[in-house]
């Protein structure tokens, strides 16, 4: 899961290719941040056959990324498809919970 930063955030998640971008905001010593990416690395392959394009953004290095979306917490993931947001998951509800958010997204989204 590449890392985003401010310089380069637009160019990796404002496309038009119709693609479903998903982007983790987590922080170093965030309990539940550790915990959904331990989850979600081990669970990679589960989340990569959603065909969603997977990013990450440490919002203590970056907390003008975290600022501009209005974040009250981490973990966060924003989701985004040809310009466009469309929506955000505040937490990290475990990871069938979090495949079901994912599968209601694409099929919204298809």
């Not at 310089?7 to 998903?22: C, M, P, S």
């Not at 309990?31 to 990416?37: E, I, Q, T």
């Not at 966060?76 to 599968?103: I, M, Q, W």
């Amino acid at each position: 899961m590449p890392q985003l930063r401010p310089q380069n955030f637009d160019e990796f998640t404002q496309t038009d290719d119709g693609k479903i971008v998903a982007v983790f905001f987590w922080g170093h010593n965030c309990p539940n941040c550790d915990v959904a990416k331990r989850m979600i690395h081990q669970e990679m392959e589960s989340y990569r056959a959603f065909g969603f394009q997977w990013y990450h953004v440490n919002t203590y290095e970056d907390a003008d990324l975290g600022t501009r979306f209005g974040l009250h917490g981490i973990p966060t993931f924003l989701f985004f498809k040809n310009r466009r947001l469309l929506g955000r998951a505040t937490s990290f509800p475990g990871h069938d919970e979090f495949l079901g958010v994912l599968e209601t997204l694409r099929k919204k989204h298809a």
